[in-house]
């Protein structure tokens, strides 16, 4: 049960449309349901206001199925990050209505009831062409998430006119995410520009002494502009999340 | 020039108190001030809302002193974090009125005009005693931030009850700053219990295979609560200024 | 010869039914056995209470297939970890007995003279549907090792309610196994919920920081839970036998 | 209120020696007590067997005074690690019964009703005499959790004969602690040898690549005996109570 | 002999003022000096153009003197880098004309002969007002091989407007030294402002997660402009060396 | 548009050829040209002499072949570096006159006004046949940058009379490149023997400790030689465009 | 021209076989051969006594094969470790007499004229049958230059007996190589119980915390037994090196 | 006992001088004896040749002169090694007779039957003089097991002419210890030029990326010269012994 049809029907309560007995027995499911090989947290949409999102990388392809199924129950939807290759025709195939980004390794499929969308934009800003499918994730679930989303795209600091042109953008978004991999150089320069919070996403992109990420990393944890936080490497889907977080305040 | 000082010269040119000849005069001082060892950044106000703020370690008494002297003409108050043991007593006489807070490492100057307190406490909680001084550091940045600060202290997941019993100070937050060390698990707990922002801070309290708080800004960044974001270790500046860019908002 | 038969042997000869010539005969075998590129420590049964088990990565499929046959003279049976893909199909063809847990990775024989199940349970705790595998590991092993097995999975602490629900089977487990990748989180709450002994075990599941398991590991190793015990990353099958070493005391 | 206390209290109200009204009052006690700058335990010792450990690194004195005091209300006495130098004074001073071990750096206050002291030897190997302050921890901390504790000291497998020439000891060990720095080599040996429980302690004794105990904490990590558990570096106090938790089962 | 001297005594020889077999005898000096802790190697001035440089850390205060002494032979001069505190004095005494630059913690004797000064500006641009001790190292030593040399101070990227409104600063320098800490920024958007050879110095500057200026130095590693190159964490008088091959071509 | 072109336009005016209006026109591009996920900076040639190059991997086909074809407009060329193997054919397809370097893995269209070969000779110096790929990497594009290119196989110092006997060419060159994995003790050697800027570029060969050219990285950072700068791991390209950056001065 | 050869014509020199101005002819080939790929080193067998050995990673087959052939001029044969996979069928054809190790991936041409073999066993021992490539390169690479090898294998410290019973054979050699991976544990153990040189060879043998090899390679690093010295991960034939340049003093 | 003492013994059994009886009796001492700190291994003379060396890191004043008193029985002098600054008093009182070499922090009391010195020289190495207290450990310990020293001090590869032009002294060594800190490069160089055994020695000197050694360290294990053999960062002692244990075959 997700929070937008939990407020229905507490506001059917109110107005007399329900009873408290019946209500009391639609919110009397449990709230972790167990599987096998896995507890669905039914009560973090209510506790967090989004619902459990599957994160498919060392699952099965049958796990995730399962699981999806279970979340979809009430036509609440779900949202899976980390696709893997062979997950896309078996997704298709049993939620054809679902949406299949392939460049940001996202399945979505919107509930019924989807949340209302909130004001504010989240500005995702990449360093480069590269940094592009982490991006594609953290947009793609900060709509889901009832974000409104813009992009500036390939602004790395090694041209840093590309970005410094793009002022009022800047200055109008209401969160913004920064994308960059090598030297992890952006979210400094970013968050030195604006007021608005910066949340700085590492990616992998690079080579040799990139270690993974990890120097882009480090450098953004040590970032010369204030107030600047990190997520994990490649993480743009917690980078959405804690977006979310923050417009839904 | 700070900028609730511009908000007023702003205002007086609007009721004709000011015209605008005299306003611009006002506002064409220099945004960067060189001096021999630094060049300070006056235009930071304007852009982000707040005023540079000093960080002491790596700089000797005398330039501490000369920038907060800078920082604090037409009576704009400064913040000076890492506050070194020698710097103390100089800064004591310097600035009779400053704020002196040694556990937190930090020198605080209010403004002559202060900004407005925000709605919305900014809570900090500490996973133990031995976190206290990055707690603090971080409370007394966010007051001057404009912040409402609660507390909660000690309340590590070696024992989840102490923080569990606190459920409605954990809703009721805006923002909420979680300081922990060793295993770094609490903000992974604390994630998952409220939907608004998260910001973790991890510390170098440990030993051995700590690192020196590597082992907790690892658990962190790596957070099976979702959107949960991060800064450098012992950073309680930057979580401040992180969620003052939240509230702000 | 296994501790099980050793047993029975020493029995007779108690008993008079077997006289102590024969007895030392059968007893007077090497300790060590020599292949071209093995030496097996048939002593470790009677050392350590269970027979040496076979870490089939980075072996052949031919070495594997040999120390199997040797182990299993007697009708001894044998124990097979990380079995790698191109060994499943042999070792059902020369071993048509042998139970192939291919999600675990594990073979197992049981010898003829199967070790008896030991009061109290092992419970092992999965964090996330991920970890499987390695719990899985984990638990055949187990149970070759003469221990009752119970599972808790999925359970990790972004959704804490799921845990603390299963308080009892938390306080009646003997023993408790926690496996948990990303941020390791999940040992430090179950650590401080139970006075029984409790081992954690690290899983390569995540990504970017955290660095093949390295982030949970460490997490793991500064438990703010007191008297935790940790084993390598991935390594369910020495979890295991340190619950044998405790359940066999 | 410790373990022990709360069974005697038990057994006088089944004896009908106390009335269950005023034993209700005397265990509704708070849980958890908050002081400005810890909030203490005392429920961990109905849960844990064990009440609260304090660690003093990194806490001032007055805030490690102030909590020993809290925690020997009721005269349960207390258990302090890694005391700094600047403490021993003050803790003589105010607690002139309490056991100073200097060289473990810990303070020990017996409770007025200790526990009993259980079967079963926790025996102590350590591989060098630099070995010894982790080497006492651990020895401390396990008496005052209620074991019988034996020590096997400079025994380090560059003369394997010193150890091997104490079979006797080794096997009658109901648990080990190992430790060990430099290699970290010696929990595999002993782990070999026995079918006890093991739990390997690494050091920070060494130079240049022992990387602060590092070294010797992979080594045991990826120890070729099986099921040897580990505990963080230095980490004495963790392995006594690791020990503990198999004792008391 | 240094290269000036060199130079002149082959233009003695051209212009018959000085016949061959002195030269000879002048020259036949031998090219590498043994003290017994020390080998002195006269040769480098000829190779390469600068004599040799002394780094003080790691020696005894009379070894550095020693040096010192044979390099001031044929009054050559000296440049001694990481000069320790206890060397001041000695220094002072025993070369009163010798510049003793505290800040860079370097000492300088300049030769009779000093090289002449090149065209073309060697340009040194700082983050932060801490990086300047290193700063200072590489002014002094670029001054010392025949440099000229300009600065450009506390410019981080946070504040990119201090940076780019010295845009004639910057195209006119001939190479430019960047010396950053913390996330090590600096250099990618140098390197992309202009087409001079761009040498990047990281520093130590930062704490947690700045490993002691590894975080910055992989940051410069991995920057984003094409054709930045690195030096050694803190090595000012390496950056000032390689820009002084650059400038004598 | 390129620099040699704007040369030739300016020229034209200069003569009269051309009137200034339609210049302007011609000039009035705008810098930064946005695809959908890339942002050309077409000004990059104007402010640093060469036009932007393209790092291959990470980018899919359909994105190099549609940003190459921008940077082609006006016959400008392109250089692109890290081409994966399935570019190749779509490569020769589309740009049937441009160069497939497959060992440097670089495709280069030179453009139809290239630039001036600049005096001084660019040596390339390689420690072992293994590193043949970067260096060859740092040819192609050294010419592509107007440079002169000389090389050096083979010549480790294991073996270091096969380096020493090329003394002459050693001394002849205007910038070294100097390319080596394992150890990375080449550059120390070279840097020692000439006064030429030494650009050292470390190579992921080797196993085990070589840590994928880290150990040679380090080694570089801390040689021995004065005034050596490194380059990321790899990074054939990054040597290339530094000495470039110098020949152009 | 290898040192058996050299020795053998210098021997014609001295008996009045060979003239001088003849001996001069054939000894005057350059020392150093270039190919446009490789410079390979003839001069090494006069200086070290063994010709150039060839490291096949990293090499194309038809760069292998060309090195090859070279060296085999004058039937002077070839040792060729890392041999890839690709490479197997054309050196089987192009060397018909080559020996092809598969296990420990190496090929081998013996020289006309072999190196006497030396007195001294070369004893190597293994910790686990996963070792045994490395330990195989060793041994091939032994004998090729000239060592009588033993071997010792599968008798890792987790069964210590397996080693102590072979006291004698430990005894006996004149240089110990020990082979192992996970804990790296046996040196320490052999090198206390003999007085020979050991030579340690950590193996990338285990998972997860191993990372690589590199736990085992700083337990050797570290290893409590005095004198012990080590190679790289894997680093069989180096291994063989260093004991050849022992038993040929 | 030790080596000496013991042939000496049965060198007078064999002439009769003393009867065998009473030779088992001054045998039959135990081999390891038990301080309550330590466990004196006096078994290791016969086994190694060598009595145990003390590490005095990490030990008290009084554990290091029990030590020494128990080792010194029979005359048999001591040898300890890493001496503490407020050690040296207390050794100079105790053991008059003692050598005390600050330098190398080694303290030295000869046996009264020191063993003879082996034919061949043990040259030592050094790149710089922040090297020579290494290198001081080294020669001391190599002297005091029977060896002949030679030394070359500050020959590091930037002025590679200093070690060529001693081509005689490196061809003439049994076998070469090399110490070197920074860039490792010199055992590479050197173990390219000499045949005999090369043992490598890195130092903790350097800063910054050096990372206290490691730097080195990895250079020498990834050293391009065929086997170079390496012990741990600063081990003087060990390259000794490792040393002694070749020129003792």
Known sequence: MNLE???MLLGRVASGELDSTEALRQLALPDAESLSFATIDHHRALRQGFPEVVFAQGKTVEQVLAIAT???GDSDGFLITRVQ???WTPLAECFPQAELHRLGRVAYLPPASPPATRHG???IITAGTSDLPVAEEAAICAKAFGGRVGRLTDV???GIHRLLSRGELLQSAAVIIVVAGMDGALPSVVGGL???PVIAVPTSVG???SLGGIAALLSMLNS?????TVVNIDNGFGAAYAAARIIHR
Do not use: F, K, Q, W
């Open 70 to 72: 279970r979340l979809n």
């Open 5 to 7: 049809r939990t407020r």
């Open 194 to 196: 604006v007021a608005a």
């Open 207 to 209: 080579y040799g002494a």
């Open 224 to 228: 010369c502009a204030s107030g600047v």
């Open 85 to 87: 290759p062979d997950m």
């Open 121 to 123: 934009e989240i500005l």
């Open 156 to 158: 790395g600091v090694a």
